[in-house]
Structures are given as structure tokens and as C-alpha cells.
Nanobody, 122 residues
């Protein structure tokens, strides 16, 4: 069974930093597009940052210059460094990754983590 396991969320004061981690648990053959999304109470899930299949990065306008997405292909992991956090960044953060696994048909399938809570106090 393959899962995405997230960690690193928590409570931080405005202006502070957090680093989220997302690691693949289980055997995979490849990891393609990866990304971080978030969902605040009463709002729809929205993209925060992602790697496309060609390796380029995309950021939501509201995090440009503050958040940085990175990945370690050797560890099958993706990270989100969040600096200068604001109260409006409070949300559950989810990682997602396109994975090729022994359980699929050879094509990448999107997996989602369970989410990690980030709370920023004013």
C-alpha cells in the first residue's frame, strides 16, 4: 500500500516559519508532478505551490516570495518552506503526488496526504 505521509504543521506566530514535509510510504516506480494545496474552513481547496511534470515550479500569487517548494527524488519526498507566515495562511495543508506504483497499470496516479494543520496567530 502506498501513502503520502505529511508532517511539520503546527501553531506559529505571524511572521514565523514552518517547513512541511511529505514522504512516500511504500514502494513506487516513479514520482512525477507534486504539489501542496490548502483548505481553510469554509473555503475550497486551493493550490499553493507545485512542480509540474517537466520540473518547473508554479506558485499561487499569495505565497510568492514567502513559500518555497522543493523535492528530494532520492527520498521520494517533497517539502514546503513557509516564511513570513500570516494569519490568512491558516489552513489544512495537503500534499499530492503523481505516483507510478506496483498496484497500478503503469500510468501515474494522483495520491493525496491526510493533511496537516497550520495555524498562524496574529
Amino acid at each position: 500500500q502506498v501513502q503520502l505521509v505529511e508532517s511539520g504543521g503546527g501553531l506559529v506566530q505571524g511572521g514565523g516559519s514552518l517547513r512541511l514535509s511529505c514522504a512516500v510510504s511504500g514502494r513506487i516506480f516513479g514520482m512525477y508532478a507534486t504539489g501542496w494545496y490548502r483548505q481553510a474552513p469554509g473555503k475550497q481547496r486551493e493550490v499553493v505551490a507545485r512542480f509540474t511534470r517537466d520540473g518547473s515550479t508554479e506558485y499561487a500569487d499569495f505565497v510568492k516570495g514567502r513559500f518555497t517548494i522543493s523535492r528530494d527524488n532520492a527520498k521520494n519526498a517533497v517539502y514546503l518552506q513557509m516564511n513570513n507566515l500570516r494569519p490568512e495562511d491558516t489552513a489544512v495543508y495537503y500534499c499530492t503526488a503523481e505516483l507510478v506504483t506496483p498496484y497500478g497499470l503503469g500510468s501515474p496516479v494522483a495520491y493525496w496526504g491526510q493533511g496537516t494543520q497550520v495555524t498562524v496567530s496574529s
